[in-house]
C-alpha cells in the first residue's frame, strides 16, 4: 500500500491553502479561456508561463494544469450553446450538443458534459496513480509503423463523423490532408505549398482553421438567416437542467467508451484531445444501432467525446512526468515550465520528485472537484448567455476568435488565414459539406505523410512493417472493416442486421 | 524595487523625445525570441531578461514571435527601427538559413549588428541501449563494421541539429541512415525505445534519459567536460579530433543600431551574465560565453560556410 | 444524366474539389517526387491530389443532398463581418487593441438588419476595456493599447 502512503503525503501538498488557491484560480481561469471561443489553453498556458517562474515549482504547475484541463470542461459550453467550439477538441461537440441546446435541452447538456467529464478526468487520474510506470513502458511500443497504422485507421474511421454523404465527408478529409501538408516537409526540408510565404513555412495554424471552419462561418450563417427575431429559451429552472433517468441509461456506456478512448490518446505522444474526442465519437456512432440520430441531439454524442477529452488532458501527463515526452504543444509548453524550475521529467522524477508528482496527482482530483462544483451550478447562468441580444453576443464572438487566433502566435498573418477559412466553411455550411472530417484530416494527415515514410525508411522500403506487429496488424484490419463498412452498403445493411439479432439476444445484459 | 522601475517608466513617458545614444534605454527593452514560449530559447531568454533590465535600468520585455525555425522572428526584427528597443535573442541557425532556406531574403551581415554570444549548449552524442557498445571509439567501430544499417534521428531535415550530427559523421567517417522527426523529444523517443540507434542533443533533453540510465550519453562536444555531467568524456579525449559541437545563444540588433547602444548592451549583458539565477540555468546546460560583438559577427560567418559545406557533402537539398 | 435534377450545390462543390485535386497534382509534381521505398516531399501530396480529383468526381456525378434550409447570400452580411475581421487584423500592430476593437465592433454591428445604437456604444466601450484588462495588463499579451 505504498500508493496509499504517496497519495496521502500527495494530499498534504495539494491541500496546502496556497496550492489549493493557486489551484482554483487554473481552473477558473481554464473554464473561463475555454467558453471565449479561440482562446485555448496553449496561448493562456504560455502567457502565463512568465508569471510562474518565481513561484514554487509545485504550486506553478497545479496552476497551469488547472488552466488545461479547466479548458477542456469550460470548452464545451459555447459549442453547445452557440454552436461554436470553445477549443478545437470541443469541435465534435457541437454536431449533438447545439441540436440539443436548440431543442429545449441546453441544461441538460451542460449539466451531462460537466458529469462525463468529471467522470472522464477522474478515470485517468486512476490511472495515472496505479499504472504510471507500466504505462509509460506501453507509449515506448509505438514506432513509426504504429503510428501509421493507427492514424489510417483513424481516418477512415472519420469519414462517417458527420450525418449526410459519407462520400462527401471523406473527401473532405481528404482537404483536411492537403492543408496539412502546407509548409515545410519534415522529412526532406522541402517548403511545400506555402506560396512564398515565410508564415506558411510552419504550416497553417490548426486554431486559425478551426475559428475559420466552425466559429466565422457559423456567426456568418447565422446572420444571413437572422431576420432580427432573439433566440428563444424556455426559462430554465433546475429541474429542467438535471438529466433524465433515460439520459444517464442512455449515456454511461458512451461515457465508459469515450474515457477509455481518451485515455489511450492521452498515453500516447501527438494524439491529444481533439483526436480524442473525435475518435470517441466516431466510435459511438459506430457502435450505435441508430446511427442515423447523431447529429440531432442525441446524449451519446455529447457524453463520449467530453469523456474522451477529459481523459485524455488527464492521462496525458503520464508520458510528460515519466518519459520527458510532451503528448501535445500544451504538454511541451508545460515541460518547459517543468525544466524552468530545474526539475527535467524522467523516469527519476516519481522517485526523485515524490512530492512534486503525488502532488500534482492529488491536486487534479482537487482541481475536477472544484471544476465540478463550479460548473454545475452556474449553469443557470451560462443559459443566460443565450439571453444576450444576439447582435451584441456575435460581436463579441468576432471580438474573442480574433484575439484568440492572434495570441497563437503573435501575428495578425494568421487572422487572414481565419479569414479565408471563415469564406470556405461558409459556403461548406451552405452546402453541406461537413467541416469536421477536414479538421481530422488535418490534424492525422501530416501524422501518416510523416510516420509512412519514417517507418520505410527504418525498414528500408519493407512494406511489411506495417503489419508485422500487432499493432499495426490489428489496426489494418480495424481499417479494412470499416472501410467495407462504410462503403459497401449491402454488406453495411446485412452486418447491421446481424448485429441487430446478436444485441437483441444480449439484450439482458444492460448494455442497450 | 516596483517603485524604482515604476518611476523610472513615468519619466520615460515624459521624456519619450529624441532617441539620443547617451540617455539611452528611456524605456522599456523588447527582446524577440522566434520560437514558441516554453522552449529552451525561450526559457533562457526570460531567465537573462530579468537582470539584463536591472542593468540597463529599464525593464527587458519578452516577445515570442515564433515561426518557420525562427526565421519569422529574425525578419521582424530586421524590419524594426534601429534604435535598440529592439533585439532579437538568436541560435546558431541564423548560419544554417542561407543553406536550408535558400529563397528567405536573409543575410546576417547585411541584417544585424552583433551584440554578444551569450552562452553556449555543448551537443552530446547519446545512444541507443540496445547497442553493445559502451564509448565513442566503440561506437565508430562498431558503425563502420555495420555501414549504412544504424539510424541516426534528427528532429528535421535542415535542422541545425542535424547538421551537427552529419558534421560528426563526416568527421569519423561513418555511414548512417538519416531519419527526420518533428522535434528532438520524438528523437529521445525512438532513441529509447531502439528504433534510433544515435542522436544529439543538448543536454536539457537528454538529461532524464541518461540519468535514467535509458540512453547511453557517449560523448560531449565540447574540449573540456561540462559542469551538468563530468562523467560523460569529451571528442578529444576519445581520440576524435578538430571538431566542437555545441548550440549557441546570441543577441542582435536591427542594422544601423547606434555603436554606443550595441556596446551599451554588450556592458549590460556581461552584467547580467553573472546573476546566480542565470548561471544555475545555463550551467545546467553548458557554459557563460559573453564575447564582444565582432566574435559573433565572426563565428556566424564562419558557420553559414562550415554549413554549406557539411549539408553538401551530407546531401541537404 | 439528368443534371437538372441534380442539387446545384454538390455539382457546383464537386467540381471545385475535382479543380482543387489538379492544382494540388500539378503543384506537387514540381517537388521531388522519389521513389515508392523512399518517398521524396511530392510523392503524398501526389496521391492524396489523385484521391481528391477521384472523390471530387465522385460527389459531381452521384451526390445529391438538398441544403437543409434556405440561407439568403446577403452581400451586406458578408462585407461587415469580412470587413470587420480585416479590419481588426489590419489595425492591430499600427494603431494598437483598442482602435483595432472599436473598429471591428462599428463595422461588425452593421451586419445586423437593425444595429441597434445603445447596446453598439456599449460593445464598444466593453469589448476595447476587456481587451486592455484581461489581455494585455492580465495576461502580457505583446501589444498596445494604443500606439500611433
Known amino acids: 500500500m505504498e500508493i496509499l502512503t504517496n497519495l496521502e503525503a500527495g494530499f498534504a501538498v495539494a491541500l496546502q491553502w496556497d496550492n489549493i488557491l493557486f489551484c482554483f484560480i487554473g481552473v477558473t481561469l481554464g473554464t473561463i479561456i475555454g467558453l471565449l471561443p479561440g482562446i485555448g489553453a496553449l496561448s493562456t498556458i504560455s502567457m502565463l508561463l512568465p508569471i510562474t517562474f518565481y513561484m514554487d515549482p509545485t504550486t506553478a504547475i497545479i496552476m497551469l494544469a488547472g488552466v488545461f484541463y479547466g479548458a477542456q470542461y469550460g470548452g464545451s459550453t459555447a459549442s453547445i450553446l452557440l454552436n461554436i467550439p470553445g477549443t478545437s477538441a470541443n469541435a465534435v461537440t457541437c454536431l449533438d450538443g447545439h441540436p440539443m441546446a436548440k431543442n429545449g435541452r441546453a441544461g441538460v447538456a451542460l449539466a451531462l458534459t460537466t458529469i462525463t467529464s468529471f467522470v472522464g478526468g477522474s478515470f485517468s487520474i486512476l490511472v495515472m496513480i496505479f499504472l504510471t510506470p507500466y504505462i509509460a513502458r506501453f507509449a515506448l511500443e509505438f514506432g513509426a509503423a504504429e503510428y501509421f497504422s493507427i492514424a489510417v485507421f483513424g481516418l477512415i474511421a472519420a469519414s462517417t463523423l458527420s450525418r449526410g454523404s459519407a462520400l462527401k465527408g471523406l473527401a473532405m478529409v481528404v482537404v483536411g490532408v492537403l492543408l496539412g501538408i502546407v509548409g515545410m516537409d519534415v522529412n526532406s526540408g522541402v517548403q511545400r505549398f506555402n506560396f512564398g510565404i515565410l508564415e506558411l513555412s510552419d504550416g497553417l495554424s490548426i486554431v486559425a482553421l478551426a475559428m475559420g471552419l466552425f466559429g466565422v462561418a457559423e456567426i456568418l450563417s447565422n446572420l444571413l438567416r437572422y431576420s432580427g427575431e432573439p433566440y428563444k429559451i424556455d426559462k430554465v429552472t433546475y429541474a429542467s437542467l438535471m438529466p433524465t433517468r433515460q439520459d444517464i441509461r442512455d449515456s454511461t456506456p458512451s461515457t465508459v467508451r469515450g474515457m477509455l478512448i481518451g485515455c489511450l490518446c492521452g498515453i500516447l505522444p501527438g494524439a491529444g484531445p481533439t483526436i480524442a474526442s473525435f475518435m470517441a465519437y466516431a466510435a459511438e456512432k459506430r457502435a450505435s444501432r441508430h446511427p442515423e440520430r447523431f447529429g440531432t441531439g442525441v446524449v451519446q454524442g455529447i457524453a463520449a467525446p467530453e469523456a474522451a477529452n477529459n481523459a485524455s488532458v488527464q492521462s496525458a501527463f503520464i508520458p510528460t512526468l515519466s518519459l520527458g515526452i510532451p503528448g501535445d504543444s500544451v504538454m511541451a509548453v508545460l515541460l518547459g515550465a517543468l525544466i524552468i524550475h530545474g526539475i527535467v521529467p524522467g523516469p527519476t522524477l516519481v522517485l526523485e520528485q515524490p512530492q512534486l508528482f503525488w502532488g500534482l496527482v492529488a491536486s487534479f482530483w482537487v482541481g475536477n472537484i472544484i471544476l465540478l462544483a463550479l460548473n454545475l451550478p452556474l449553469i443557470g447562468l451560462f443559459v443566460q448567455i443565450l439571453r444576450i441580444p444576439y447582435d451584441a453576443l456575435y460581436i463579441a464572438m468576432l471580438f474573442f476568435i480574433c484575439i484568440g487566433v492572434f495570441t497563437i502566435r503573435n501575428n495578425v498573418f494568421d487572422i487572414f488565414v481565419m479569414l479565408g477559412f471563415g469564406l470556405v466553411g461558409t459556403f461548406m455550411l451552405i452546402a453541406r459539406f461537413p467541416a469536421a472530417p477536414l479538421l481530422l484530416g488535418f490534424i492525422l494527415g501530416p501524422m501518416i505523410e510523416e510516420n509512412m515514410r519514417r517507418a520505410l525508411l527504418l525498414s528500408r522500403g519493407d512494406w511489411l512493417t506495417f503489419v508485422d506487429s500487432p499493432i499495426t496488424a490489428t489496426c489494418a484490419v480495424l481499417s479494412v472493416v470499416s472501410l467495407v463498412w462504410s462503403f459497401w452498403s449491402p454488406l453495411a445493411g446485412f452486418i447491421g442486421r446481424a448485429r441487430d439479432r446478436r444485441s437483441n439476444s444480449l439484450g439482458s445484459t444492460g448494455f442497450d | 524595487m516596483i517603485r524604482r522601475s515604476f518611476i523610472a517608466l513615468a519619466t520615460a513617458a515624459f521624456f519619450a523625445g529624441p532617441v539620443m545614444a547617451q540617455d539611452y534605454p528611456v524605456r522599456p527593452v523588447t527582446v524577440v525570441v522566434p520560437y514558441t514560449a516554453g522552449g529552451a530559447t525561450d526559457t533562457l531568454a526570460r531567465v537573462i531578461a530579468t537582470p539584463f533590465g536591472e542593468a540597463l535600468g529599464q525593464p527587458v520585455v519578452i516577445e515570442n514571435r515564433a515561426g518557420a525555425g525562427g526565421a519569422v522572428g529574425a525578419e521582424f526584427v530586421a524590419r524594426s527601427d534601429p534604435d535598440g528597443y529592439t533585439l532579437l535573442f538568436h541560435t546558431a541557425t541564423v548560419a544554417v538559413y542561407p543553406t536550408t532556406q535558400p529563397n528567405l531574403d536573409f543575410d546576417y551581415a547585411r541584417d544585424f549588428e552583433p551584440i554578444m554570444l551569450a552562452t553556449r549548449a555543448p551537443y552530446v552524442i547519446a545512444i541507443s541501449n540496445k547497442l553493445p557498445v559502451d564509448d565513442l571509439e566503440g561506437f565508430i567501430d562498431y558503425a563502420k563494421e555495420h555501414p549504412g544499417e544504424l539510424n541516426h534521428g534528427s528532429p528535421g531535415a535542415g535542422t541545425s541539429t542535424q547538421l551537427a550530427a552529419e558534421l560528426f559523421k563526416q568527421q569519423v567517417g561513418i555511414d548512417l541512415l538519416h531519419v527526420p522527426y518533428g522535434g528532438s523529444s520524438a528523437v529521445l523517443t525512438a532513441t529509447r525505445a531502439g528504433e534510433i540507434d544515435f542522436m544529439v542533443d543538448t543536454y536539457l533533453g537528454l538529461k532524464g534519459a541518461v540519468d535514467g540510465k535509458d540512453v547511453k550519453a557517449l560523448a560531449v562536444g565540447t574540449a573540456k567536460r561540462q559542469a551538468f555531467n563530468p562523467d560523460i568524456p569529451t571528442f578529444e579525449e576519445q581520440g576524435v579530433q578538430g571538431i566542437e559541437l555545441a548550440a549557441w545563444f546570441a543577441f542582435a540588433a536591427p542594422k544601423g543600431t547606434p555603436k554606443e547602444i550595441v556596446a551599451k548592451l554588450n556592458t549590460a549583458l556581461h552584467e547580467a551574465l553573472k546573476n546566480p539565477k542565470v548561471l544555475e540555468t545555463v550551467e545546467a546546460q553548458g557554459e557563460v560565453i559573453g564575447s564582444t560583438p565582432e566574435e559573433l559577427g565572426e563565428q556566424v560567418n564562419m558557420e553559414i560556410d562550415l554549413w554549406a559545406k557539411v549539408a553538401k557533402e551530407a546531401g541537404v537539398n | ?148
Open chain 3, 1 to 148: 444524366m439528368n443534371f437538372r435534377s441534380r442539387c446545384p450545390h454538390d455539382l457546383a462543390g464537386g467540381a471545385i474539389l475535382a479543380g482543387l485535386g489538379v492544382f494540388v497534382v500539378l503543384q506537387s509534381l514540381s517537388y521531388p517526387l522519389g521513389q515508392v521505398t523512399r518517398m521524396g516531399p511530392g510523392y503524398f501530396p501526389l496521391l492524396a491530389g489523385l484521391l481528391l480529383v477521384l472523390l471530387g468526381g465522385l460527389v459531381f456525378l452521384f451526390t445529391n443532398e438538398e441544403p437543409e434550409e434556405e440561407t439568403p447570400l446577403k452581400p451586406r452580411v458578408f462585407a461587415t463581418v469580412f470587413g470587420s475581421i480585416l479590419a481588426w487584423g489590419v489595425l492591430l500592430e499600427p494603431f494598437g487593441l483598442v482602435p483595432a476593437t472599436v473598429a471591428l465592433v462599428v463595422i461588425a454591428a452593421f451586419a445586423h438588419p437593425q444595429p441597434h445604437l445603445r447596446r453598439v456604444v456599449i460593445t464598444a466601450v466593453i469589448l476595447p476595456l476587456m481587451g486592455w484588462g484581461l489581455f494585455i495588463k492580465g495576461l502580457g499579451l505583446p501589444v498596445d493599447a494604443i500606439s500611433w
